[in-house]
């Protein structure tokens, strides 16, 4: 018998009547398009900085360049994720309704949504010219936000290889702006680095037992529930220290300390949430609290930079 998950009716094709516009629904769904705050607001922090610089000129196309770059290369490495994990998510009780293993999206359409955003990601990249670093760097970088596909088959340090991925966007940006790297975006990468790492951590507590089951590495899985919150803990605890850091060397005001302390204490908040006990508040930890620290310092920091100015 031939079950609805994996049913013929049940995946895409080119005759599917639900249209262009449930197709695209569903395809925003399975890469988890409003997760995008994540990292697009770093990405806009380290280029108003850049914009902001006395020697350099303002230009709408390397906005729209970084908008677009942020949207395809994300897009293109989520969906590439649920492309080589969809027989892992499959025996996962916690993601077998995902898209792939459900059967509402098949894994060719995927891989052709993948590649689609790996073209226009790179074809994006253009759009900065004359500046020549952001076509030479797009390939590699590419390459790698791909690869963090296969992190957790390799290493229980998968969750840094995640936020090392992300942590590319404000220096992306700030190249995609001046052409050049530079500290500041560095730290702002590193404030991503220990901020991402450490959520992502804490999101995989869930799944600590079915990655240990399934051979597959994680902090949790490894150190268990207890051992991985605490490493987590440190991870923000260090996140905040790299924010201290970057408010000194970027020379930010008052308002953005102001920023940075309300953040430090959303991560203290966001441990509060949860515990070995008790993870039912995960997703509230992940998603709410984690877009305020991303929105929040973005706000901060661009209103900061107009009142010195």
């Known amino acids: 018998m031939v079950s609805a998950a994996t049913s013929p009716e049940t995946q895409d094709s080119p005759s599917d009547p639900r249209g262009l516009g449930e197709r695209v629904r569903q395809l925003l769904e399975l890469i988890r398009f409003s997760h995008t705050v994540f990292a697009l607001p770093f990405a806009l922090l380290a280029a108003a900085v850049a914009w902001f610089q006395?020697?350099?000129v303002f230009r709408w196309q390397d906005l729209v360049g970084i908008l677009l770059c942020m949207v395809f290369a994300r897009s293109a490495a989520m969906a590439f994720n649920r492309l080589v994990d969809a027989k892992i998510d499959a025996g996962n009780p916690r993601t077998?309704?995902?898209h792939i293993p459900a059967g509402i999206l098949s894994a060719k359409s995927v891989a052709l949504f993948t590649i689609v955003c790996s073209v226009a990601f790179i074809g994006s990249t253009l759009i900065f010219l004359p500046?020549?670093?952001?076509?030479?760097?797009?390939?590699?970088?590419l390459l790698f936000l791909l690869s963090y596909s296969y992190a957790k088959r390799l290493t229980v340090l998968c969750h840094y290889w995640l936020s090392t991925a992300l942590m590319l966007s404000p220096i992306a940006a700030w190249i995609a702006v001046?052409?050049?790297?530079?500290?500041?975006?560095?730290?702002l990468g590193l404030v991503?680095?220990?901020?991402v790492g450490g959520f992502d951590i804490i999101y995989a507590c869930q799944d600590a037992d079915f990655d240990r089951g399934s051979r597959l590495f994680s902090i949790p899985s490894r150190w268990g529930i207890r051992g991985a919150l605490r490493i987590a803990l440190v991870s923000h605890l260090l996140t905040i220290a790299a924010l201290f850091s970057l408010w000194h060397f970027a020379g930010f005001g008052p308002i953005f300390l102001a920023g940075v302390?309300?953040?430090?204490f959303l991560l203290i908040y966001e441990h509060s949430l949860v515990s070995a006990d008790n993870l039912t508040r995960v997703n509230i930890a992940f998603f709410n609290?984690?877009?305020i620290v991303s929105f929040g310092l973005l706000t901060f920091g661009v209103a900061d930079l107009l009142i010195a100015k």
């Open 192 to 195: 991503i680095f220990f901020w």
């Open 96 to 98: 077998a309704g995902r």
């Open 289 to 291: 609290v984690n877009s």
């Open 261 to 264: 302390i309300a953040v430090s």
């Open 131 to 141: 500046k020549q670093l952001p076509i030479i760097l797009a390939v590699p970088v």
């Open 178 to 187: 001046r052409d050049e790297f530079a500290i500041v975006p560095a730290l």
């Open 54 to 56: 006395p020697d350099t």
